[in-house]
Nanobody, 124 residues
Framework: QVQLVESGGGLVQAGGSLRLSCAASRRTFSTYRMGWFRQAPGKEREFVATIRWSGDSTYYADSVKGRFTISRDNAKNTVYLQMNSLKPEDTAVYYC?????????????????WGQGTQVTVSS
């Protein structure tokens, strides 16, 4: 089992920045693909970004490309999502997810473990 705990959410004005963190409970975190997803009110959860276990490969949804950056620190068992130039449409609950498998990491079903989510609200 892997427990994931997100933090760093909050209320920010449009154009501002936030950095989300996701701390994992397991030392084998360094071998897991990690991802960030989000769910806005009344909408289905959607993919945001993913990073390979080694940190050398990342992939982003088109809606956040160029504004968000996913990174990880395997020594701290933590993955981050730096969010810049935030827009009101980025308002959502953000979830981190972990997968021990060699997957592309762009779909929910590829992940075995999920955090409880952290709320991000962007005001206009």
């Amino acid at each position: 089992q892997v427990q994931l705990v997100e933090s760093g959410g909050g209320l920010v004005q449009a154009g501002g920045s936030l950095r989300l963190s996701c701390a994992a409970s397991r030392r084998t975190f360094s071998t897991y693909r990690m991802g960030w997803f989000r769910q806005a009110p009344g909408k289905e959860r959607e993919f945001v970004a993913t990073i390979r276990w080694s940190g050398d490969s990342t992939y982003y949804a088109d809606s956040v490309k160029g504004r968000f950056t996913i990174s990880r620190d395997n020594a701290k068992n933590t993955v981050y999502l730096q969010m810049n130039s935030l827009k009101p449409e980025d308002t959502a609950v953000y979830y981190c997810a972990a997968s021990p498998k060699a997957v592309a990491g762009r779909a929910e079903y590829e992940y075995d473990y999920w955090g409880q989510g952290t709320q991000v609200t962007v005001s206009s």
